[in-house]
């Protein structure tokens, strides 16, 4: 097996595991309110790629986790995830009609039960945090996974990006400031998978950070990434249009820096991001060959 | 000291130590983005009564705790009800212009801001509730505080409640329906703050399930008596017009059992709540006076 062949035979086999995780962890469909339900269901169900729970999975099992111990964890990334979608994406906000070739949550259902399903999402993704489980993990590691993801998602860290982002529009922002918008905007959420998939396997402070210099990194690939194909990349494929940033004069880092550089700037990440790893064993494989899909991804 | 000499004297004290502390737990309010921490700041000290934070540092006083340690869950609390405050005033849910005889977050900071201002209360109550503190509560505590407040403030609980409230403009609830919207949308984090301050005194099951059961029927009231307010009450202490559930003719205790059913409702709840402590000390002094002011209160 070539490693473009294992990468997708792992992903597709780990979206499958978290999908079956998400489904299990959600009020059924036709809970009371239903509507409410059903517009949880539908983005969650979006078609995502599983990026966060499946770092965080990576992680933990590079740390000489049990994957069942970090699955409630995996999936409340996603749901913190999926929140931060279907409110970024309301008239208010970003105005999107459409999302992975979809409509949008509240072109779907609505604002007022799109504001809803995003607040219930961040709040189940702390109830599935705090649950008792049959795994024991240690409550003191898990109080830290809270305190990691409440920190990355919250003012200093996601929330506080967007806000950034959304100034941006009127004040563009420089290198520094780009990076700032997207180190809270995505970079801090994807830190704190990792992050959470090493504390909870009860790692020491080394490999630990070693994953957050990692997760940074990845962060940083991520994002560039996803300007990159906003320039280049295969609209069907995507589900979303491409040339969308430079029609709407947004500052990305191809505008800053040039495609060709943007592109370099991308691949050093990538090499970073697994330079910061080289201490861990075979085990780690997996999260060296998403660093990789980071950069060569179509969607 | 009589009795309401005792209350406005407690409730006065207890306002400033949550207000101190809600001060002490935010960000600056000119930390970056400016416009969002200023917003969040203006939502938070925009006149609450603080009810949440003082039900729980009474509980928690009630089983022995010391007071400091609940602070931090306290003001959690606050920030969770605040949150929901703003969104609930938001143009596609309540769309109110005035909270507290102030422009609402939306009118004063836009909807953009106000959306991610109630994202970052959120967030940032578990931020709080899992940080590490001075006083050392055992992490099995916390975690259970965690569970408890997500809970109530989840689909199951508070945003479940919201989205029922909306669905009765449409659909008008019968007095069931109308029940099991305000055990949601109000009694279900009221409850949870009496159980949280227990939890974190170490309190046994059977202290718990008897707060809890007080932390019902004083959600209950303090719900009859929102709408015996919105009848009777004065408009300038309340800072909102009264009347306004009957121009929209909503479905409410007074509407569906008539005014004089409604305030003898309203009466037993109270006298319930006070029953469900009768087995606690003197140190519950502070419980039972704050469900009688729950029945008194003008605003």
Redesign the interface.
Known sequence: MNPEEFLDAYLKDRRKIVEEALQRYL?DED???Q???TA?HYSVFAGGKRIRPILCLAAHEACGGDLAAAMPTACALEFIHT?SLI?DD?P??DNDDLRRGKPTCHKAF????A??A???L???A??L????EKIPT???R???V??EI??A????GM??G???D??AEKVKPDFRGLQEIHRRKTGALLTASVKAGAILAGAGEQKISALAKFGHHVGMAFQIADDVLNIEGDAELMGKSTGSDAAMGKVTYPSLLGLDAAKTNLAQHVEQAIDSIDAFDARALPLRVIARYIMDRKM
């Open positions: 009020p809970t009371l309110p509507d409410l339900h949880v929140y409110h309301l208010a906000m609505g604002e007022a039960t504001i809803l995003g607040d219930a961040l709040t189940e702390f109830v945090l705090s649950r008792s240690p409550a003191e898990r109080l830290a809270i305190q409440a920190a998602a919250g003012l200093a929330v506080g967007q806000a950034l959304i100034g």
